[in-house]
């Protein structure tokens, strides 16, 4: 396995943990898989917060709703 690998399967873990739906999961998953492939080949762990918010302000911008933000 890969480092993203490893961290989608702890983030999974994270959420699992919490006892969300598998859709809720599902759905999770889908944002963090295309939050990591926006900033890779660098990996969601070395990013810096800004960079988080900037992606944040993207997503905002390009009509995310409220909920899925």
Wanted: with cysteine; aromatic share 14%.
């Amino acid at each position: 396995p890969t480092p993203y690998d490893d961290i989608l399967a702890r983030y999974c873990q994270r959420i699992a943990l919490k006892r969300y739906s598998p859709k809720t999961l599902k759905n999770y998953r889908f944002a963090f898989q295309a939050f990591a492939q926006h900033h890779a080949p660098r990996l969601p762990l070395d990013l810096s917060h800004q960079e988080v918010l900037d992606y944040m302000a993207l997503r905002i911008g390009q009509g995310i709703s409220e909920a899925y933000q």
